[in-house]
C-alpha cells in the first residue's frame, strides 16, 4: 500500500479541475463497487440466512449459523488447526528465508540476479503444480523424502507427510518461502554496508555483527514479511487441500465443502466472514504493533 | 562488502534445492516412459504428453484459461489505465481511500471472493456462465494492472505531453498519441502479469467453474483429488512451461526484478 501513498503526483497544483479525477477513476468505482462490494455485503447478510436439507437458503436474519460456529468444538479445532498451520510456516519462512536473503544480498551482481530469479521465480509458477511436486515427493512411505532421511541417517521410521499438518506445514513452507526472501530482500537495500564494515573495524566478531547490527535492522523486513506470510497461509486453499485429503481441513477447506459438497451456504459464509475478520484484526492489529516499535526505535 | 563463508554457502545450495526440488520432481516425472508414477530411469518418453491429446477437458480447460486470462486482463486495463492517470497526477480527496479500495482484492483472502461471487451471479442468475467468471478475474487481477501502469504513470515525464498540448493537441489524441505510447511498457507489463495471476487462480476460481468452463488450475485440482498419476504432472509440466514463457517475455519486456518488487508489497 505504501507505494501509492509515495506516488506524490508531480503536477498536482498546475491541475485543478476537481472534475477529471472522478471521470477518471469512475469507472473502476462503479466496478468495484457494483461487483466487490455488493457482493461482499451479500456473503455477511448470508451467514446470517436459514438453511435445511431440504428447504435449502431461507432469508431470514437468524444467529444460528454463528451460534454453531461458536459452540460446536469442531469449528474451535478447525480454526484452531488453521492458525497453528500458518503459524508454524510463518516461523520457517523466516528462519530460514531471512539467512538466505543476507547471503543473497552478499554474493555478486550476475550470481545474485540468477540466484534471486531462481527463488523467486516459483512465486509465478501455478500453486497446483508446486504442490503437486511435493505430494510426489512425499507420496507414501517410500517417499524420495523419506527416503533421503532415512540414508542421512536422521529418522530410523518413514515419517507420514501425506495427509499430515507436519506435510502441510513443508510444502505452504515452500510456496510462501519467495515473498520472505523478497521481503528481507527489500529491507536489504535499504541497509549501508559500510555500517558492518564499521563494527568489523571496531573488533566485531561474526556473531556480534549478527546479532547487533545485521538482525536489527533486517527486523522490520522479516516482520512485514510474516504478516504477509501468515496471512496468506492461514487462508491457503490448493495446498491444504492436496496435501490434507479429504478430512484435514483449515478454514479455506472447510468452506468450500460447505458450498460445493454439503451446499450449506449460509454456515460455509459465515466460516468465510469469520476467517476474514480474524486475518483482518491479527493483520491491522500487528501492523499497528511493529509501526509503534519502530517508530520508537527510530526517534 | 564480506563475501559469504563455506557454511553460507553450503546453507545457500540445500536451500536452493530444496526450493527448486518440487518444481523439477514434477517436470521429470511428466516424462517417465512408465505407465505409473516413477523417475524416468530407462529413458526418457513423451507418451504422457501425447496421452493429453486424449483427454479433451484438460485441453478444452487449457483454452478456457488462455482466453479468460487475456480477455479479464485486458478488460482489467481498461479500467485500470485511467484510474491509474488519475492516481498518479491528481491529489484530491478520497485519493488514498480509492487507492485502497482498488487494491483491496490482494489482501481478501481469495476464498472469501469464491463465495462472494458465486453468491452475486447467483442471485442475479449469471452463475456458472464464462462472462461471470470474466469479471470476476477482472476484479482479481485489477491490482497487479494497477499497480504496474501506476508506475510507469508515475515516472512518466510531463514535459512531452505539455509540449503536445502547446502543439494544440487535447483530449483522445494527446492520450493515443503521447500519453500511452510513454507508459506502454507499464500497461503491457502489467497486462503480463495479471494474466498469469488470472492463469494460475485457482481458490477463487474453483467457486465459480461450471463443467464446459472450468480453468487449468480446476481441472488439475479436481483430478489430483481422485487420483495422481503421470497424465497430471505432464500437464503440470506444460503449464510450468508456459510460465516461463511469459516470465522470460516480461523479463526482457520489463525487467522480472521490478514486476517482483511491485508484487513484494502484494500481501500487505
Known amino acids: ?299 | 562488502m564480506r563475501r559469504n563463508g563455506p557454511l553460507a554457502l553450503i546453507f545457500h545450495a540445500i536451500f536452493v534445492i530444496v526450493m527448486l526440488a518440487p518444481i523439477v520432481v514434477v517436470c521429470l516425472v511428466a516424462f517417465t516412459p512408465e505407465g505409473y508414477l516413477s523417475l524416468p530411469t530407462n529413458g526418457f518418453s513423451l507418451r504422457w504428453f501425447r496421452t493429453i491429446a486424449n483427454y479433451p477437458e484438460f485441453v478444452h480447460a487449457f483454452w478456457v484459461s488462455l482466453g479468460l486470462g487475456a480477455l479479464s486482463s485486458f478488460v482489467a486495463l481498461l479500467f485500470a489505465v485511467p484510474a491509474a492517470l488519475a492516481v498518479a497526477r491528481y491529489r484530491f480527496r478520497g485519493r488514498d481511500a480509492l487507492a485502497a479500495l482498488f487494491l483491496s482484492p490482494l489482501m481478501i483472502p481469495h476464498v472469501v471472493l469464491g463465495i462472494a461471487f458465486l453468491r452475486f451471479f447467483t442471485l442475479i442468475g449469471m452463475s456458472g456462465s464464462f462472462p461471470a467468471l470474466i469479471v470476476a478475474h477482472v476484479i482479481v487481477v485489477f491490482p497487479f494492472a494497477l499497480r504496474l501502469t501506476l508506475a510507469a504513470a508515475t515516472g512518466m515525464d510531463r514535459s512531452v505531453e505539455m509540449a503536445a498540448i502547446s502543439l494544440g493537441a487535447g483530449g483522445w489524441t494527446l492520450f493515443r498519441r503521447v500519453t500511452l505510447p510513454l507508459i506502454l511498457p507499464g500497461v503491457v507489463s502489467g497486462w503480463a502479469l495479471a494474466f498469469i495471476q488470472s492463469f494460475d487462480d485457482l481458490t477463487m476460481t474453483v467457486f465459480l467453474a461450471a463443467p464446459g468452463i472450468e480453468t487449468l488450475p480446476v481441472r488439475m485440482f479436481l483430478y489430483i483429488q481422485d487420483n495422481i498419476d503421470p497424465l497430471v504432472t505432464s500437464v503440470s509440466a506444460s503449464v510450468i512451461a508456459i510460465t516461463m514463457t511469459a516470465l522470460i517475455l516480461l523479463d526482457r519486456f520489463y525487467g522480472l526484478d521490478r514486476v517482483l518488487a511491485g508484487k513484494s508489497d502484494a500481501g500487505r
Open chain 1, 1 to 299: 500500500m505504501s507505494a501509492v501513498a509515495d506516488t506524490t503526483p508531480q503536477g498536482a497544483t498546475e491541475e485543478r479541475s476537481a472534475r477529471a479525477p472522478w471521470a477518471l477513476t469512475a469507472p473502476a468505482l462503479m466496478l468495484f463497487v457494483g461487483v466487490l462490494l455488493i457482493p461482499l455485503a451479500m456473503t455477511v447478510m448470508l451467514s446470517f440466512h436459514d438453511w435445511g436439507q431440504y428447504k435449502g437458503i431461507e432469508p431470514v436474519f437468524i444467529l444460528k449459523n454463528w451460534r454453531e460456529i461458536a459452540t460446536d468444538l469442531y469449528y474451535a479445532e478447525m480454526f484452531w488447526r488453521t492458525f497453528r498451520i500458518a503459524l508454524l510456516t510463518t516461523l520457517i519462512t523466516a528462519v530460514l528465508g531471512a539467512p538466505e536473503a543476507c547471503i543473497l544480498n552478499r554474493m555478486s551482481g550476475r550470481w545474485k540476479s540468477f540466484f534471486l530469479l531462481v527463488i523467486l521465480g516459483p512465486l509465478l509458477i501455478s500453486v497446483v503444480a508446486r504442490t503437486l511436486g511435493w505430494a510426489l515427493l512425499f507420496g507414501g512411505n517410500n517417499g524420495l523424502v523419506n527416503k533421503l532421511l532415512m540414508s542421512l541417517g536422521l529418522i530410523g521410521t518413514p515419517l507420514r507427510f501425506m495427509f499430515t499438518e507436519t506435510g502441510m506445514v513443508v510444502a505452504l513452507a515452500h510456496v510462501m518461502m519467495p515473498f520472505m526472501v523478497l521481503s528481507v530482500w527489500a529491507a536489504l537495500q535499504r541497509l549501508d554496508p559500510q555500517i558492518e564494515n564499521a563494527a568489523l573495524s571496531l573488533g566485531a566478531g561474526s556473531l556480534t555483527i549478527i546479532r547487533r547490527i545485521i538482525m536489527p535492522q533486517i527486523m522490520p523486513g522479516v516482520l512485514s514479511g510474516a504478516i504477509i506470510v501468515f496471512s496468506l497461509s492461514a487462508s491457503a486453499f490448493a495446498t491444504p487441500a492436496i496435501i490434507g485429503g479429504r478430512r484435514l481441513k483449515v478454514a479455506a477447506t472447510l468452506a468450500y465443502d460447505e458450498f460445493l459438497n454439503t451446499l450449506n451456504w449460509p454456515l460455509g459464509a459465515a466460516v468465510a466472514i469469520l476467517l476474514l475478520m480474524a486475518l483482518v484484526l491479527i493483520v491491522v492489529g500487528s501492523n499497528a504493533l511493529i509501526e509503534r516499535r519502530y517508530a520508537e526505535a527510530f526517534r
